[in-house]
């Protein structure tokens, strides 16, 4: 019975850590994306962030001595911040459509002077907005290198990762395709709808703003509460040390898991799915 308990914890365990991964996890259709290499990955790792999913369960595994507390506190450290930074992560693809629509906008008004295609971009890099400054030096930087130019801009489109930036992409692949002449003002065109794409998410923004609110109060006092129990009153938990207490841990931890990630998904947007195939990279 013990076996079958402690069994049984720790599958339900490993179902509280793919619910939250399965959830949380990005929106966008797993099969227009390619897996990014190994070494690219351990590149643009943050080792600062993995203190906090490291130190976290060790230090629940040495006060309670209990394995599935020590998985929900792993859990909890990857999940937590991203559920706060909600707000963040929102602000931060509009101030990126901003910039993007502030780019298109001044890109157009470089080829009305007369300029190419390919001169305008280079010569956009000077005043390109900071939110996409990276994006648009990488771009410039394969046009440089003499990458062709419908290449670079798919890969300029994948970096920014969004329907609308995906939208700009496509009026300069046609404008590449046929160097006619109109492309100023369709850009023109483009950073207009940009700007009404940006307005309408900053109204969805401020919407969720009183939802994720109450999502956050809901975090810290689920916090404070299982805080004030494991201080002030560890005969309550005892229980929980039995292998079916275990069980029933994993269980109340799956649960909550998932109504946090419900409530992520509630207060939190995706930008939609693209229309452009993703590049494949070298």
Do not use: C, K
């Not at 506190?73 to 101030?95: H, N």
């Not at 971009?121 to 419908?150: H, T």
């Not at 670079?152 to 489109?157: I, M």
């Amino acid at each position: 019975m013990t076996t079958v308990a402690a069994l049984g914890g720790a599958t339900a365990a490993l179902g509280l850590v793919l619910v939250v991964v399965g959830v949380i996890g990005s929106p966008d259709d797993a099969s227009t994306r390619r897996p990014p290499r190994l070494t690219s990955q351990l590149r643009g790792l943050d080792y600062r962030s993995l203190a906090l999913p490291v130190a976290l369960p060790l230090v629940t595994l040495a006060l309670t001595g209990w394995p599935v507390a020590a998985l929900i506190a792993l859990v909890a450290a990857f999940g937590l911040p991203r559920m706060l930074s909600g707000r963040r992560a929102g602000g931060a693809r509009i101030d990126r459509l901003q910039s993007l629509a502030d780019w298109t906008r001044r890109l157009g008004d470089v080829l009305a002077a007369g300029s190419g295609i390919e001169q305008a971009i280079e010569s956009s890099l000077g005043g390109a907005p900071a939110p996409i400054s990276r994006e648009v030096a990488n771009l410039v930087a394969r046009i440089r290198a003499r990458q062709p130019i419908d290449q670079a801009l798919r890969e300029f489109a994948d970096e920014l990762a969004d329907p609308t930036s995906d939208l700009v992409a496509a009026a300069l692949l046609l404008a590449v395709d046929r160097r006619g002449r109109g492309l100023a003002r369709l850009l023109a065109a483009l950073a207009t709808t940009v700007e009404a794409e940006v307005a309408m998410r900053r109204s969805v923004e401020a919407d969720r703003a009183t939802p994720r609110t109450t999502a956050r109060w809901v975090v810290y006092i689920t916090l404070a509460v299982v805080g004030g129990l494991l201080i002030f009153d560890r005969d309550y938990l005892e229980p929980f040390g039995s292998p079916a207490g275990q069980l029933v841990l994993a269980i109340i931890g799956a649960l909550f898991a998932a109504s946090f990630a419900w409530m992520h998904r509630l207060t939190s947007g995706s930008p939609g799915r693209r229309f452009l195939p993703e590049e494949a990279r070298a």
